[in-house]
């Protein structure tokens, strides 16, 4: 069975750091592209970015290029989101799925991450 | 443009058909995925590719395209299928990301 396990909810304040993480298993995980999405209270979703942990090419969409990293460690099929100054708007849900380019299509996916950024 | 057009709301009677839209200039070439979420819970694929559901997805959902837009049917709307409805294909930049549409909320009523 496909499973994405995702880290606990965090509480940060602004200007802390933080790295969140996305366990798979039950499939090879070096041969799937992981992306990341992120839900804003009350809105809807965004493509944040995908790594594909296989040789960790990782992609970016341009509202989060140099907001967030995004990384891999194949040897404990774990991928992480991190953010080196947190914001306090940077406080949403985040979720890892399972990216298939050829269907366009995030077919399994995390239960998701909660962040809280508050002072 | 990237960007995906949906109808904030729709709701339809119970056991009727009900079709929520997606509309987009990638969809002119790219087929759209669609995603149901209920509140709290991370959101679920529904349909994906011409018209394929992922195992477990009761088959009153389908979906279909046509230009540049995108629909997911729902035949005989169940209560348990009330819920936000996002579609998602490609974007333009042609680095495997994608884009959602904004969601749809759908009341069965």
């Known amino acids: 069975e496909v499973q994405l396990v995702q880290s606990g909810a965090e509480v940060k304040k602004p200007g802390e750091s933080l790295k969140i993480s996305c366990k798979g298993s039950?499939?090879?995980?070096?041969?799937?592209?992981i992306g990341w999405v992120r839900q804003m209270p009350g809105k809807g979703l965004e493509w944040m970015g995908i790594?594909?942990?296989?040789?960790?090419?990782?992609r970016y969409s341009p509202s989060f290029q140099g907001q967030v990293t995004i990384s891999a460690d194949k040897s404990i099929s774990t991928a992480y989101l991190q953010w080196s100054s947190l914001k306090a708007s940077d406080t949403a849900m985040y979720y890892c799925?399972?990216?298939?380019?050829?269907?366009?299509?995030?077919?399994?996916w995390g239960q998701g991450t909660l962040v809280t950024v508050s002072s | 443009s990237s960007e995906l057009t949906q109808d904030p709301a729709v709701s339809v009677a119970l056991g009727q058909t009900v079709r929520i839209t997606c509309q987009g200039d990638?969809?002119?070439?790219?087929?759209a995925s669609w995603y149901q979420q209920k509140p709290g819970q991370a959101p679920v694929l529904v349909i994906y590719?011409?018209?394929n559901r992922p195992s477990g997805i009761p088959d009153r959902f389908s979906g279909s395209s046509s230009g540049n837009t995108a629909s997911l049917t729902i035949t005989g709307a169940q209560a348990e299928d009330e819920a936000d409805y996002y579609c998602n294909s490609r974007d333009s930049s042609g680095n495997h990301l994608g884009v959602f549409g904004g969601g749809t909320k759908l009341t069965v009523l």
């Open positions: 039950g499939y090879s995980f070096t041969s799937y592209w």
């Open positions: 990638s969809l002119r070439s790219y087929y």
């Open positions: 590719g011409k018209n």
């Open positions: 799925a399972r990216h298939v380019p050829a269907a366009n299509s995030l077919d399994y």
């Open positions: 790594i594909y942990p296989g040789d960790s090419d990782t």
